[in-house]
Nanobody
Framework: QVQLVESGGGLVQPGGSLRLSCAASGFTFNSYAMSWYRQAPGKERELVAAIASAGDSTNYADSVKGRFTISRDNAKNTVYLQMNSLKPEDTAVYYC?????????????WGQGTQVTVSS
């Protein structure tokens, strides 16, 4: 079955760094665009970063541009989110997403999330 397993979250001080990983299984990873979303308490889930299936295109939320980097290793079926210069407002549960369109059919998978807390 499809699985997306996030890891790498935790507590970090402002200005610190974390690297999130999302290990995928149960589907053809290199055919899916991958994204990271986050959801802070009381707020809607928002897109943080996305990467195309071949890894040749990325996009970022304005709030993380220049600080976060999304990457993927299709040989390892894993997507990463390198987060630098973390701010308290980055505190949220971070979710991995896999998405593919086949004609009118959308395949959309989510991980269980990993908590990131930025606090002194």
């Amino acid at each position: 079955q499809v699985q997306l397993v996030e890891s790498g979250g935790g507590l970090v001080q402002p200005g610190g760094s974390l690297r999130l990983s999302c290990a995928a299984s149960g589907f053809t990873f290199n055919s899916y665009a991958m994204s990271w979303y986050r959801q802070a308490p009381g707020k809607e889930r928002e897109l943080v970063a996305a990467i195309a299936s071949a890894g040749d295109s990325t996009n970022y939320a304005d709030s993380v541009k220049g600080r976060f980097t999304i990457s993927r290793d299709n040989a390892k079926n894993t997507v990463y989110l390198q987060m630098n210069s973390l701010k308290p407002e980055d505190t949220a549960v971070y979710y991995c997403n896999a998405r593919r369109l086949e004609g009118f059919v959308k395949y959309d998978y989510w991980g269980q999330g990993t908590q990131v807390t930025v606090s002194s």
